[in-house]
């Protein structure tokens, strides 16, 4: 497992916390909209483990929680562990995830190490192999969604909204799969001038076009936020 980012102070990245967010290497997704393909291939230079422990533990005065984001973290193997020794520093501690290794999700969640999940959410069920651009199982993206949903601990769903992909039909497809959420967020596509298909055109929407598909999830979960 390679840590290949840091920000070492965040007060957007883990909702009323402030936080490190860690960005580690390796994506089992080829989205072609990602802003984050160094990520997604593994490159750049790594950070050890070590110096991020020592790094927490020095800020623990400053510091409510860590923010553990990819890439996608759940595909390694030494994830858990990794973060049971965040836990031992007594941080809050947050994981950004796609959800499909709901049995890594179901081994943290039942052994209470983490305190708030956000899994990304690519379309209706339909639409996963078509964005993703690999093979997708949906059976185990449901799942997840379910593990969320009753796993007791705070969470939220999201989704990268991108023209080329999202409609309002795909929009309530999507929304029948995580009916009565506590949250969702739209996330309106915004290309930072390098993404993973750069050969491809992505999109956003208008700023009242996103109310509008807001308007469209408020009638199937609690609350919807846009950003």
């Known amino acids: 497992m390679k840590i290949l980012g840091i920000v070492k102070a965040s007060l957007i990245d883990y909702p009323k916390k402030t936080s490190t967010v860690l960005f580690i290497g390796g994506c089992n997704f080829r989205c072609g909209y990602c802003h984050n393909p160094a990520l997604v291939r593994e490159e750049g230079e790594e950070i050890s483990q070590e110096d991020v422990i020592a790094f927490l533990k020095r800020r623990r005065r400053f510091l409510d929680g860590v923010v553990i984001s990819g890439g996608e973290s759940t595909i390694h193997s030494e994830l858990p562990e990794f973060i049971e020794r965040i836990n031992a520093l007594g941080y809050f501690v947050k994981l950004d995830t796609n959800g499909t290794n709901p049995k890594v999700l179901e081994e943290l969640i039942a052994n209470r190490q983490l305190d708030y999940i956000a899994m990304d959410l690519k379309g209706s069920m339909n639409q996963y192999p078509d964005i993703c651009e690999v093979p997708v199982d949906t059976g185990a993206i449901r799942k997840s969604i379910k593990l969320i949903m009753n796993s ?28 009565g959420a506590s949250k969702y967020c739209l996330q309106s596509f915004k290309n930072p001038g390098v993404i993973l298909s750069p050969n491809k055109s992505y999109s956003a929407y208008s700023e009242l076009e996103m109310k509008v598909l807001g308007a469209v999830a408020k009638g199937y979960v609690n609350q919807v936020i846009i950003r």
């Open 152 to 179: 007791g601990i705070d969470y939220e769903f999201r989704t990268t909204v991108c023209r080329e992909h999202m409609t309002a039909d795909s929009l309530r497809s999507l929304c029948e799969e995580i009916r």
